[in-house]
Structures are given as C-alpha cells and as structure tokens.
C-alpha cells in the first residue's frame, strides 16, 4: 500500500499499560496517549477506552483521514489471524480479535503482531538495521524474544508464532532452570533480566564470595543492581554478566547457522549494561559459530529510544495494514 496519507498509530500493548503513539514516516512520534490494560477485564470495553483516549491526539495531526493505518504489538499476537492467543499477562482468554475490533471502530486497518517482532520491525524501518535484509532481533527484558528477518521480512512461520529463540533450550541437563513457559534449561530462564538477577542471586548462596550485593536482600536484587555492582568492580557481579554473555554469544552463533545474519541487534534493560554483556557475547559468538560464518555478522545495538521502541516498532506494521 502506498504511504499517502502522513501519519500511523502504534499500540505497544503490555499487561500493565497499553501505550498509543501517532508517528510520521520518517519515525518521529508526534503525540502519545496511554490507558491502563489492567483496568479493562473485559476487552471491548478496552477498546473503547483506548480510541477515546485516541481522539484528542488523532484531531491534533488533522482527524483520522490523516492516518493510513495501525500496527499493534502485543504478547502472543498473531500476524496472520490479529488475534492474541491466550496471553499469560493479559485478563482476556482464548483467542482476542483485537486488530478486527479496532479497525471497526477508527474505521481504518489494523495489523498486529507479537512484541518482538513488532520491535524487528521497527529496527528495520526507522533505525540501526534499516536497509538490512537479514538480521535477528533479540530483546532482552523481563523475558527473552525474537524477531527474525530473513530477505526483507520478518518469519511468521506456518501460525504466526515462529520466532521464539529465548525457549530454545540450552541446559538438558535435570539441572536446567525452570522456565516460565513450563520447560527447563530455556534461554530466557538464563539470559533475561530476571534471570541475571537469578543467576546473582545462586553464586551468592553457593559461595561465600565478598560482593557489594550481599549488603541487599537477596530476593530483592534485580539486574540493574548486578550491573551497578559490576560498573563498580564487583568481581561476582562481572562473573554474572560473563556468563549471562557467554550464553547468549553461544545461542547466537547456533542461530547463525540457519539464517546467515547481516547482523543481531539486541535491544531492552540488559543492553545498557553495554560491554559489560556485549563483551561476553561477542568473544562467545567469534569462538563458537561456524568458520563459514565468522566475520559476517554484526552484533549491534539498538539505537531506538528506549521508551518509544515499542511504540514504533508496532507503528511500523500500520504502514503494511
């Protein structure tokens, strides 16, 4: 669809709050607006809620005939069907025809899909992959999520779930991590936020190392406190990113092998760590991944602002809805 109409609105929809944004082709977001997710059991009545926040912020840029559509990423978002399906963060059950339900009432299209590859998107339309062809996206936040691009598009795969590098598991052994998804030895029990703080958390009962974090309550050490600690030196704290990297270096020279990435980009929390985690992941990377690939990928970080990200990467499906 050609892009003649200035403006499109992006919904970064979370279980606490959902976030609109009306942003311009170039990736400027002109004006936000956000309601609680939480407040709305019952999602029509979210719907309803979220266009009337929607209007004031819609009659700034010129009413609705100046927006050419909407994108909105979302957990568990289907690309093909604009459903979510049974989201484990949200009050709605089953299958929710959230892209169909707002369409029919802004009365223009809408497209949705899952968060990750909501953010794939956006890396390639406005920021450090733009013009790639070929890159995976790793988000690293709470969990860990992908979006993977393989000639220009983003994989969707035969349900419009493929895509989820952070359950592939990386410890089969009866020793691997609980997941939240129910499995063990999962990338994300290892490599996400909650897991940096984890993995803290089990060298300070298993040791008896000296570290800044035992002057807190274990349980309450998040991973902005390991990244604190180890930007102070802590030797425990760096040893926690070293293997946080180490992990995430190995997977994704694995995940090299089947797509043959111009580039990783990873974006969320963990990143702002800097080298701290891209140190690991890159020496891990180089060491593992097959000699056919050395060389050719990128490890790269995401140069979208944290705080509007989401909002463009669900902004960057509306130009395609």
């Known amino acids: 669809m050609d892009k003649i109409k200035p403006y499109v609105i992006g919904l970064d929809l979370g279980g ?21 997710t939480q407040a709305y059991p019952v999602v029509e009545d ?7 926040a929607l209007e004031p912020i819609i009659e ?7 927006i050419q559509g909407m994108g909105i990423g979302a957990p568990n978002g289907c690309y093909y069907t604009g459903t979510i399906e049974s989201a484990a963060n949200l009050a ?71 895509g989820e590098l952070g359950h592939v598991i990386m410890d089969r052994s009866s020793k691997g991590r609980l997941c939240g998804c129910g499995r063990k030895g999962c990338l994300e029990a290892y490599c ?10 089990e060298l300070l009962e298993t040791t008896d190392r000296p570290s800044l974090l035992r002057e807190m309550k274990a ?46 980009v990873f974006f969320g929390g963990l990143t702002k760590a800097g080298e701290l985690i891209m140190k690991p992941i890159e020496e891990a990377y180089n060491r593992q991944v097959l000699p056919i690939f050395k060389g050719k ?8 602002d944290g705080a509007g990200a989401a909002v463009l990467g669900a902004s960057a499906l509306g130009w395609e809805a």
Not at 192 to 201: D, E, K, P, Y
Not at 229 to 247: P, Q, S
């Open 192 to 201: 996400s936020a909650t897991g940096v703080a984890r993995s803290a958390r």
């Open 219 to 264: 349980e309450e050490i998040t991973s902005l406190d390991v990244a604190i600690a180890a930007g102070k030196g802590d030797e425990l704290a760096k040893e926690v990113f070293d293997f946080t990297g180490k992990m995430l270096g190995e997977a994704c020279a694995d995940f090299a092998a089947f797509s043959s990435p111009e580039a990783f």
């Open 46 to 52: 979210f719907v309803e809620a979220g266009c009337t």
């Open 16 to 36: 606490t709050n959902a976030v609109f944004g009306i942003v311009d082709a170039r990736g400027n977001i002109i004006a936000t607006t956000a309601i609680k």
């Open 92 to 162: 709605w059950k089953g299958s929710v025809p959230l892209a169909k339900m707002f369409s029919e009432k802004l009365g223009i299209p809408v497209a949705l899909t899952n968060d990750a590859n909501a953010a794939a998107m956006g890396e390639m339309t406005y920021g450090v992959a733009k013009g790639m062809k070929n890159f995976i996206m790793i988000t690293l936040g709470t969990g860990v999520g992908s979006g993977i691009v393989i000639n220009g598009q983003v994989v969707y795969g035969c349900d419009g779930f493929a």
């Open 297 to 304: 990928a990128k490890l790269l970080v995401s140069t979208l």
């Open 60 to 66: 700034e840029v010129g009413g609705i005939d100046k």
